[in-house]
């Protein structure tokens, strides 16, 4: 699942790219604490390379990151199962792992403006109007599959915001109950991971 050479995961094993959402620094900590004596030092460079790896992936200005990422951080060419260079239902968990990780080892200082980032561009859209988007921004016509989920994980990117829209993020997520009916799955996955982490109940065990 790794590229050996960059130290960054695959998508899947087969495929020379990978995914941002894929990318957990703060378990590969504890990996590098845990793990076998032999195993600790990859487990350390690729916590560091997944840092370094979504300050590429993430948009400069918007925060949004595309489904599949090139090992550069560039979204991945359209792939035979669909085109996935867009910020869609897999980016959503990009701002969660990115929280949690500073709320936890608190390494990259780059991570409480790309929480910023990401709440500030969602400030001003209702989640009823949450979209398909390019990184850069541009809205698609076609809703998000996942608007429930969307909005949990921009909540918990307000464990390493500090910018105005935090505390506002955490209301709206407070006062949204669980998604019922089709593609509750993912929804409410998202929903009990942010509930968990804004609630200081997401530990490391």
């Known amino acids: 699942m790794w590229d050996p050479e960059t130290k960054l995961i695959k998508f899947i094993p087969e495929?020379?790219?990978?995914?941002?959402?894929?990318?957990?620094?703060?378990?590969?900590?504890?990996?590098a604490k845990y793990a076998d004596e032999e195993d600790q030092r990859?487990?350390?460079?690729?916590?560091?390379?997944?840092?370094?790896?979504?300050?590429?992936?993430c948009h400069?200005?918007?925060?949004?990151?595309?489904?599949?990422?090139?090992?550069?951080?560039?979204?991945?060419?359209?792939?035979?199962?669909?085109?996935?260079?867009?910020?869609?239902?897999?980016?959503y968990r990009v701002a969660a792992n990115i929280a949690l990780?500073?709320?936890?080892?608190?390494?990259?200082?780059?991570?409480?403006?790309?929480s910023n980032r990401i709440q500030s561009f969602f400030s001003d859209i209702e989640m009823s109007d949450y979209r398909r988007y390019t990184i850069e921004g541009e809205p698609f016509d076609e809703p998000s599959l996942h608007p429930v989920g969307l909005l949990a994980?921009?909540?918990m990117a307000s464990l390493a915001a500090d910018g105005p829209h935090a505390d506002t993020f955490v209301r709206k997520f407070w006062n949204t109950p669980l998604r019922q009916g089709e593609r509750?799955?993912?929804d409410n996955c998202l929903y009990?991971?942010?509930m968990l982490a804004l609630s200081g109940k997401y530990r490391m065990y």
């Open 15 to 31: 495929t020379p790219f990978s995914d941002p959402s894929y990318h957990l620094p703060h378990f590969y900590e504890l990996f």
């Open 42 to 57: 990859f487990w350390k460079e690729a916590a560091a390379a997944s840092r370094a790896y979504l300050h590429t992936a």
């Open 60 to 91: 400069p200005v918007t925060g949004l990151s595309p489904e599949y990422a090139n090992y550069d951080g560039s979204p991945a060419p359209i792939q035979p199962h669909g085109d996935f260079r867009h910020f869609y239902s897999d980016a």
């Open 101 to 114: 990780d500073w709320e936890w080892f608190r390494k990259d200082h780059w991570q409480i403006e790309q």
């Open 153 to 155: 994980t921009n909540a």
């Open 184 to 186: 509750r799955y993912y």
């Open 192 to 194: 009990f991971f942010s």
